[in-house]
């Protein structure tokens, strides 16, 4: 009996982390693609801002993609991108073309969403948010980062990526969305709790309040 509830911890774990976002950074940046014809990643090259997105003279696109992830639907991927440009003050810099995309790949490489960030303000370094959700049907996906309308003077290089999932609903973090997770938030609301990230977890409408209309919010998730 130990040893069935050991393997079937063994396999918990290992779908844990089956589900995890791929992270990028000059210390974690296996499986990813880059497609720079002559350049690849390491830890040196990200460290010096060489893997940069941009489409460059010959009409090449140079884009950055995770390894393939699981992933679950209605889940929400979130991102924060550092994203470092030298040129941001210079004359020529064109900030309207340093617009940062982020899309969702499905397993045969096809595109299945995608969210943009146009800066309105500009540092050297900045930390950039994007979100999707996971749509229907998809449990197998990569990311692909690229810059479509930047160019030599406009582009940007990514130092680093982390991402994260949550699936929509899911306050017991139990990898689905049911009638456990109503009365999570109804225990909330007529007991109160000390933990801020349980309370977090069952603010699902975000608006840093846990009531009634965040328990009408994971059954809306639970009857589409």
Same mark, same amino acid.
């Given at each position: 009996m130990k040893k069935i509830m050991s393997l079937m911890t063994m396999l918990a /774990?290992? !779908?844990?982390? #089956?589900?995890? /976002?791929?992270?990028?950074?000059? *210390?974690?940046?296996?499986?990813?693609?880059?497609s720079h014809p002559s350049l690849e990643v390491n830890t040196s090259t990200i460290l010096a801002n060489k893997i940069? !997105?941009?489409? @460059? +003279? *010959?009409g090449h696109a140079l884009t950055l993609t995770s390894p393939p992830f699981n992933c679950q639907a209605r889940a929400t991927i979130d991102m924060t991108v550092t994203w470092v440009t030298d040129q941001w003050d210079e004359p020529d810099f064109v900030k309207s073309r340093v617009a940062l995309t982020a899309a969702l790949l499905d397993r045969d490489g096809v595109t299945v969403d995608s969210v943009t960030w146009v800066p309105t303000t500009l540092s050297r370094t900045n930390m950039v948010n994007l979100s999707m959700i996971v749509p229907r049907g998809l449990t197998g996906a990569r990311l692909r980062f690229a810059s479509w309308k930047a160019d030599v003077w406009s582009n940007g290089a990514v130092r680093q990526i982390v991402a994260t999932s949550m699936l929509k609903g899911d306050v017991n973090h139990d990898g689905e969305v049911t009638?456990?997770?109503?009365? #999570?938030?109804?225990?909330?609301? +007529? *007991?109160?709790?000390? $933990? #801020? +990230? !349980?309370?977090?977890?069952?603010?699902?409408?975000?608006?840093?309040?846990?009531?009634? #209309? $965040?328990? @009408?919010?994971?059954? $809306?998730?639970? !009857?589409?």
């Open positions: /774990v290992a !779908l844990l982390a #089956a589900a995890q /976002v791929p992270q990028f950074s000059s *210390q974690s940046y296996a499986g990813w693609d880059y940069v !997105l941009y489409v @460059n +003279s *010959q009638v456990a997770d109503v009365n #999570a938030i109804i225990d909330v609301i +007529s *007991q109160g709790t000390d $933990d #801020a +990230s !349980l309370r977090e977890r069952c603010d699902v409408n975000q608006d840093s309040e846990v009531t009634v #209309a $965040d328990v @009408n919010e994971v059954l $809306d998730v639970i !009857l589409r």
